[in-house]
């Protein structure tokens, strides 16, 4: 079985611009979960989709925000992208919510320049 | 608001010696407790998780976890580290009853180093 998949593994970009993050979940599950991992910071919890709609949102600026697509894959948008946006943007996907499992894909590593 | 800490940023510890990652929580109500690893440039792998029933969880790799509600903590262990477990530990937290919309939140992770 597919884990969850993340695209592109890494990513390079200017003060300003916007970065568009992708999410492939683990096929049968419906959640889905964006994280920040920035250096000395821990994660982050950033956003989360369930059925396509935002559940829950972490403590982050409008100008990241996100979709989920029928399919259940998900974008991650940065606008205005600023030099502390470098991070590890790390996905994860459950079957659902409450007790269940979180399962990780490999992150994309956004550098800022 | 929930929170973990994980109050050590490092763990040393030599192969063959048994291993303890602590980690203690705050919540509202019951707790759904997790363990994570995290190798260098990986995403998260989970090890074990705490629901209900009984309070020692074990999980993949050898590794175990105790869950202690009058602590409020849930440390891992290992009888036996192994130079291959050298990595990042994260600890996470949810609400049992937080609501539908309810959050995993992380501690800020402790790294394991173990010698040969």
Redesign the interface.
Known sequence: EAG?TQSPTHLIKTRGQQATLRCSPISGHTSV?W?QQALG???Q?LL?YDEGEE??R?NFPPRFSGRQFPNYSSELNVNALELEDSALY?C?SSIS???E???????TRLLVL | AQSVAQPEDQVNVAEGNPLTVKCTYSVSGNP?L?W?VQYPN?????LL?Y?TGDNLVKGSYGFEAEFNKSQTSFHLKKPSALVSDSALY?CAV?A?RAG??????????ITLSVRP
């Not at chain 1, 499992?101 to 992150?107: N, R, V, W």
């Not at chain 2, 539908?100 to 992770?109: H, Q, R, W």
Request: charged content about 15%.
């Open positions: 969850v979960y994280y910071l821990g994660l919890f989360w559940r829950n972490g790390l994860a919510q409450g007790w499992t979180q399962y990780f894909g490999p992150g | 759904y997790f994570y990986r995403g998260l792998q989970f998780k629901i994260f949810r049992r539908a919309n309810s959050k995993l939140t992380f501690g800020k992770g």
